[in-house]
């Protein structure tokens, strides 16, 4: 797409820091290469959408994510690059924040010499409120919030903790022009931190196919055995080995009359075959490993619910798979940690954090109560629409401010 430099050059610029390690060189591509609202089978990426509201803003933008792939595309309004973090981010204590201050500077440098209008963080590690920097040369500051800052109902109460929150509020109360949070648990978390944050806060939801979940047929009518799916990282912070305990604890009480299915990837993944072997539930719970979108359909088309047990040492902003599950139809058990139940807590049966005999007396009793099943598995079409409404989506939102920011 060839663009007239002078043209370029006269565009109101935004400096994006995706966060995380977003592969955005490749989904610009695909972006720019069809159907700007299909670029993944299940949802648009936020980048993708990020896109989309420049082209309708005519915006000139540089997008930095933390890929570990280092890469560097300038093309037409766009600058985009994968700037891999040093290794010394991952690491612990004094060298983690060391690290990840330096890789803060090196993204504030750059946002100064783009001479940016606008300035879009997605807030990490103890390094975010340096980018009051840009503020004192006249760069607006936006916010995005795709994680909250501690687990939802775990606040933190150390001496630590307490001055990271005065730090941290003192730069939203002083410097930051705008908030976006991708659930409202978000929005809560940055307003407990920051009471006299004056900029608009706002929720954009992540923005989901519609045809998608269309094509995935309604739950099995053979309740016999009760097929429960998880879907994510294997991770011990998702609660994955407490699924393996919850298994092993209905098998008990119910011989044959459950069946598991784990989709996913992940650190812990070696060590969550043993514990199925150990526990003896290996005819009971099927890890599917990675799969891929049309796979995950099929898989939720063979499940009766979906459990999120994400434990109280994860900081989630808005489990995905959360949504999707009832965007299938699907009833959900999960807890108040997973801060989607905010929207969607009528299809869910909520059960206390960590609490394997509850989660596991929760699935028991939708496998047994068909009235309570089908009361939940009535309640996800009505509360699917906000995932389908492009005027509540994140990129939407983010327009909107980034809009009102423009004309001030």
């Known amino acids: ?18 966060g995380g ?29 990020f896109y989309n509201l420049c082209e309708s803003l005519d915006l000139q933008a540089y997008v930095v994510s933390a890929n570990p792939n280092e890469e560097l595309l300038r ?26 201050a330096w890789y803060t500077f090196g993204l504030i440098l750059s946002c ?14 103890t390094a975010t409120p340096l980018w009051a920097i840009v503020r004192l040369f006249g760069i607006r500051i936006v916010t995005v919030h795709h994680c909250t800052f501690w687990p939802a109902g775990f606040r933190p109460s150390g001496r630590k903790a307490q001055l990271t929150h005065r730090i941290d509020g003192w730069f939203w109360e002083h410097f930051v022009d705008a908030a976006l949070g991708v659930s409202p648990e978000c929005i809560r978390q940055v307003r407990s931190i920051a009471p006299r944050f004056k900029g608009p806060s706002v929720v954009g939801f ?23 799916m998880f879907a994510g990282r294997m991770e011990e912070n998702k609660g994955v080995f407490d699924i393996v305990r919850m298994a092993r604890m209905l098998e008990d009480a119910r011989p044959g009359a459950f069946r598991w299915e784990l989709c996913g990837d992940g ?9 199925v072997k150990q526990q003896g539930v290996t005819d009971v719970i099927t890890l599917r490993g990675h799969l891929a979108p049309g796979q995950m359909a099929e898989a939720y088309g063979r499940s009766h619910a979906v459990i999120t047990p994400t434990t109280s040492r994860f ?10 599950a009832i965007l299938a139809g699907r009833p959900l058990v999960s807890s108040h940690v997973c801060p989607a139940l905010d929207v969607i807590g009528g299809a869910v049966v909520e059960v206390p954090p960590d609490d394997v005999e509850a989660y596991a007396a929760a699935i028991r009793r939708l496998a047994e109560d068909p009235e309570f099943y089908e009361e939940k598995r009535r309640a996800c079409a009505p509360l699917a629409e906000p995932f389908y409404d492009r005027a509540q989506s994140w990129g939407r939102q983010l327009q909107k401010v980034i809009e009102e920011l423009l004309q001030r």
């Not at 006269?10 to 995706?18: E, L």
């Not at 600058?79 to 204590?93: D, F, I, S, V, Y």
């Not at 995935?216 to 053979?222: L, R, V, W």
């Not at 900081?315 to 999707?324: H, L």
């Open 315 to 324: 900081s989630e902003g808005m489990n995905q798979v959360a949504v999707e």
């Open 21 to 49: 390690p977003g592969a955005i060189i490749s989904t610009y591509r695909k972006w720019v290469e069809g159907d700007r609202d299909a670029l993944g089978e299940v949802s648009v990426a936020f980048s993708a959408q």
């Open 206 to 228: 992540a923005y989901f196919r519609r045809d998608y979940f269309d094509a995935i047929p309604p739950p099995p009518e053979q309740r016999s055995p009760f097929r429960v």
């Open 75 to 100: 093309e037409g309004r766009y600058t985009l690059e994968h700037r891999p973090k040093p290794a010394w981010c991952r690491g612990g204590g004094l060298r983690y924040h060391v690290g990840h």
């Open 267 to 275: 650190g812990a993944l070696a060590e969550l075959k043993a514990m």
């Open 1 to 18: 797409m060839p663009v007239d430099a002078e043209q370029t050059n006269s565009r109101p610029k935004v400096f994006f820091y995706h």
């Open 112 to 125: 100064l010499r783009f001479r940016s209008a606008i300035a879009i963080v997605v807030p990490e590690a």
